[in-house]
């Protein structure tokens, strides 16, 4: 799972640990374990299949760092973040649906959606856009929302980066056959798109329905930094979230986020927005 700069977030994964890998590619931590035995991941081990090809899994909700994740099939899924991406210290492990991770393939890690399904990235800074295979559980890091393989990032063009800001938008099932299909099945061609206005990257403390709430959130940040307070609609019900923001990097929206952390709001996030 990503994790970078303040804000490293110590997370369970399902392959092994990226320890001493250069600092913008993901960092994935195995769950504690006893030196003879390893101990399976939060959502349970990954199936055993005859070839390379996975199975078809949704999984129960599982909880990591005391989050509760709940996987579910969305078809109305849209989430604008941060993504970042992992390679070759994970080549050729299985996935949390039984596939074989391949760095050189165009897939994905979500905490909830289903496996395999197919999801639009788009790179919200190029405008470059790519159908992306998900077969694996993560990031668990509070500041991502996708991990990608090192394929998927060079085509969206942020593997330099490490990090991108992007919008992923549910696309369909993925067909079972013969695993993860390679590149030339999977992704488009990347191409220039109107570019967007860019977006601005925030740290979100908190959601309520209640403005007083909100209100005495937004005071506790001050040590953190200048917090405002934006409503939306969500639902019918009108929401206040108390944000901090627009940041200037992804690097500043990490150690805020590990700031906001520190105060004891333990579901604050990083989130892209206008």
């Known amino acids: 799972m990503k994790a970078r700069g303040a804000a490293t977030v110590i997370a369970c994964g399902l392959l092994a640990a990226c320890a001493g890998q250069p600092q913008h590619q993901a960092t994935r931590t195995t769950p504690p374990k006893p030196p003879t035995e390893v101990a399976p991941p939060p959502w349970g081990p990954p199936p055993v299949t005859k070839n390379r090809g996975g199975v078809y899994k949704v999984g129960n909700p599982y909880t990591i760092n005391g989050v509760l994740y709940v996987p579910r099939e969305d078809p109305n899924y849209v ?9 070759d210290q994970f080549n050729g492990e299985r996935t949390a649906n039984g596939e074989y991770f391949d760095m050189n393939r165009v897939s994905a890690a979500h905490r909830t959606l289903p496996m395999p399904c197919m999801v639009r ?10 159908l992306v295979r998900v077969n694996d559980r993560g990031p668990f890091a509070r500041g991502r929302i996708i991990d990608l393989s090192a394929k998927a990032a060079e085509l969206l063009g942020f593997h330099d980066a490490g990090t991108a800001r992007v919008r992923v938008a549910y696309a369909g099932p993925a067909s079972l056959d013969e695993g993860a299909p390679p590149v030339a099945q999977v992704a488009q061609e990347p191409r220039r798109q109107v570019k967007e206005e860019p977006k601005g990257i925030y740290v979100q403390a908190g959601a309520f329905a209640n403005p007083d709430n909100a209100q005495r959130l937004k005071d506790r940040l001050a040590p953190v930094g200048h917090a405002f307070i934006h409503s ?26 590990a700031q906001v952390m520190g105060l004891g709001e333990a579901n604050a996030l990083i989130v892209v927005d206008k």
């Open 232 to 257: 939306a609609m969500v639902n019918g019900t009108n929401f206040y979230r108390v944000r901090i923001g627009p940041l200037p990097s992804v690097e500043d929206a990490d150690l805020t986020l």
């Open 79 to 87: 989430e604008t973040g941060i993504a970042s991406w992992y390679g």
């Open 121 to 130: 990235v788009t790179n919200l800074d190029n405008g470059k856009t790519i």
